[in-house]
């Protein structure tokens, strides 16, 4: 196998050899034999073959052979009409195979011929015409099925590109096997001519030159001719019988042509035992031999027989894994399997998933898991989308881990205009509100986008629409969709690159849960984990400190301040803040130390919500000035702080001055004081 390349370069000369170069006779009983062999070995692989792409040399194995055959008969014809010998395996063909009457060996020639030619050569060639015409047409159909899995998550690019490559290799196999199949049907009618201009041209050598009488000479040399025709024809039947073969598998190709005969075969006992009934019955009239008719009859009833009753068997067994209520615990488990992200849709919003009708949708969730990816160094598990009659035909659901989480309406055949503030005039149409920031919008038809864009709305389709509310979603909810078995794959793949900081942190200092709630904390306030060996170094650090994922997470992030602090850094790379007075974070500090460190804060409630109001009335004065709000204070109170504003201000970033830079300039454009707050406090309890 390895020297491959070397034994093809040498069997194409030593076919050239044998056109050009008369050889011995030894020799050629030697390749006759190994032709015969070689036909043999083609013929059980391809019996035996699983896929019939698995054997794609095929079509070039073919034209070698019958090169091979026409080679040897040449070689023959030669050493024929030259000598009047040509090897003993030729010899024993046409005396003993056909019993030396060269009468009989020319009708069991002539019938071989016929039997290849008009029956397995004339089939396999129309079958292997038609499957690749079916393949090629089914091209487009395969390819558009594999963008819709991996679009939907089904598969990955690589399975994808494996994919794609077996089509093309199919496409390729079955046309090569189309113009293989010709050079079978051309191999039998070049043996009819080859044999019928070797009995005369042995009849002239015989009566003309060498002056034996006419019987004399077709008897001896049409037995040669008919013995080389069978030796050339007996193997070409043989390669044809694997070509059919291989050109007519179909429906189960996982196992052998043989498995699969006996399995379908013998799948209805019932036919068996009719079959001997039928067999035997035969037997029983007069004349008939009773031997082979009740011998059969009787193996094909015991076969019958052991497969009904092992059929029986598996039946018995199917039934017991069906509960009280008719259903198969199988079924019942896939039941209980709750897909990570669902989208269900109503029926007039087909369109939109449906690639024959100009859908893509799937190509948009494809492009979002891209960029999650991208950004924050995580996979976003597969989401399915299905239909739901039980919704209104417009309207569509978002659904984390079977629940819903969102849910809006839209028109799949007209644009969503929406007004940024700049634009001059109103547009007739249905009014909305956009799903995923709220913002009034009008439903316009899909001819007026030109001018709805021409006065400074900005329009968008249906499905940029419902990409948009999925992406808000998917970055509302990441934390949620990080699972215990994404972290583990995470930490595989990172185990080729950095396979020491791993082993260290997991299992050894931190159980795979911790290093779970870490990454989800991150995900959390918008913190990608893409830098994992840069978060696992730092885990490294602090894991003799504490085994608490929350301290865990502050420490992380300070070990990733500049990348986190860098997406809140104006063009000028300031950083603008809003700072808590020191005296407030003090006591707030002391209500944490006071709480024996646990996530609670002991503060007076009263006092904490006027806090939370004033963070909120800043961070809109900030927005007013098209500044992003950022909080700031001190690494002890950072977590608390966070999970005190969440709930109202969920998407004002809380940063620590730990995770700042010091080359960073921090520009205070507001504070939170505690003086501020207690008159607030007062004013707040007088009333």
């Known amino acids: ?194 044999t019928f201009i070797n009995v005369l041209g042995g009849l002239g050598i015989g009566v003309l030159q060498m002056g034996l009488p006419v019987v004399e000479a077709l008897r001896k040399y049409t037995l040669l001719t008919i013995g080389d025709g069978l030796v050339a024809q007996i193997p070409s039947l043989i390669i044809a019988t694997a070509s059919g073969i291989i050109v007519t598998r179909s429906g189960d190709s996982e196992a052998g042509l043989g498995e699969n005969i006996s399995r379908q075969l013998l799948m209805q006992p019932r036919a068996a035992l009719i079959g001997s009934l039928i067999i035997f019955i035969f037997g029983l009239i007069p004349g008939f031999p009773k031997i082979p008719f009740f011998g059969i009859a009787a193996f094909i009833a015991v076969v019958g027989y052991l497969v009904n009753k092992a059929k029986s068997e598996d039946e018995e067994e199917i039934v017991q894994e069906f509960d009280e209520e008719g259903e198969s615990r199988e079924n019942l488990v896939q039941l209980l399997q709750v897909d990570p992200m669902e989208i269900e849709i109503g029926y007039s919003l087909i369109p939109l998933v449906d690639i024959n009708q100009g859908g893509n949708l ?201 990348s986190i602090v860098a997406a809140y850094l104006d063009e000028d790379g300031v950083l603008k803040v809003i700072s808590i007075d020191p005296e407030l974070e003090k006591m707030m500090s002391d209500s944490v130390a006071g709480a024996d460190n646990s996530s609670a804060v002991s503060m007076d409630p009263a006092l904490m919500q006027v806090m939370i109001n004033n963070i909120s009335l800043k961070a809109d004065e900030l927005n007013l000035q098209s500044i992003n709000p950022v909080v700031i204070c001190s690494p002890a109170i950072r977590l608390h702080l966070k999970r005190l504003i969440e709930s109202k201000l969920p998407l004002v970033p809380v940063i620590s001055y730990g995770e700042v830079d010091p080359r960073v300039t921090i520009r205070p454009m507001a504070i939170v004081s505690l003086h501020e707050s207690l008159d607030d406090s007062k004013a707040l309890a007088a009333k």
């Open 1 to 194: 196998m390895s020297h491959g390349d070397f034994g093809l370069a040498a069997g194409i000369i030593g076919i050239l050899v044998a056109l050009i170069i008369p050889l011995p006779s030894a020799i050629l009983d030697i390749l006759l034999t190994f032709n015969i062999a070689i036909a043999i070995l083609i013929l059980l692989t391809a019996t035996y073959l699983p896929k019939p792409l698995e054997f794609s040399v095929f079509p070039s194995l073919l034209l070698f052979t019958t090169l091979l055959r026409l080679s040897l008969n040449v070689a023959t014809t030669r050493k024929i009409l030259l000598t009047g010998f040509a090897g003993n395996v030729i010899e024993v063909f046409g005396d003993f195979v056909v019993g030396g009457n060269y009468i009989v060996g020319g009708v069991i020639f002539l019938i071989l011929v016929i039997i290849q030619f008009t029956v397995i050569t004339k089939g396999a060639t129309r079958i292997a015409e038609v499957a690749a015409r079916f393949t090629l047409d089914a091209m487009p159909g395969k390819q558009l099925s594999i963008d819709a899995d991996l679009n939907s998550g089904l598969i990955t690019e690589d399975e994808a590109k494996i994919k794609r490559k077996e089509i093309s290799r199919e496409a390729d196999f079955y046309g090569a096997m189309d113009g293989a199949s010709k050079f079978v049907r051309g191999d039998a009618m070049a043996g009819i001519m080859i």
């Open 362 to 562: 799937l190509d948009r969730i494809t492009i979002i898991r891209k960029q999650y990816a991208g950004d924050y160094g995580m996979i976003i598990p597969a989401i399915r989308i299905r239909d739901n009659i039980q919704l209104q035909p417009d309207e569509y659901k978002i659904k984390i881990g079977d629940v819903s989480v969102a849910q809006g309406t839209l028109d799949a055949d007209h644009c969503l205009a929406m007004n940024p503030g700049t634009a001059v005039g109103e547009l007739e149409g249905r009014k909305t509100t956009e799903p995923a920031f709220g913002l009034p919008a009008v439903w316009i038809e899909n001819s007026r986008k030109d001018y709805a864009e021409s006065i400074g709305y900005t329009v968008v389709d249906s499905a940029s629409v419902l990409a948009t509310h999925l992406t808000e979603i998917i970055r509302m909810n990441l934390s949620e969709l990080l699972s215990r078995q994404d972290v583990s794959n995470l930490l595989d793949g990172l185990k080729e690159t950095n396979k020491a900081v791993v082993e260290e942190v997991v299992p050894n200092m931190l159980p795979l849960g911790a290093v779970h709630r870490v990454l989800q904390n991150l995900l959390r306030e918008q913190v990608p984990i893409k830098n994992l060996s840069r978060i696992l170094e730092a885990l490294s650090d602090y894991g003799t400190r504490t085994k608490d994922p929350d301290f865990l997470s502050e420490f992380v992030r300070q070990s990733l301040g500049r």
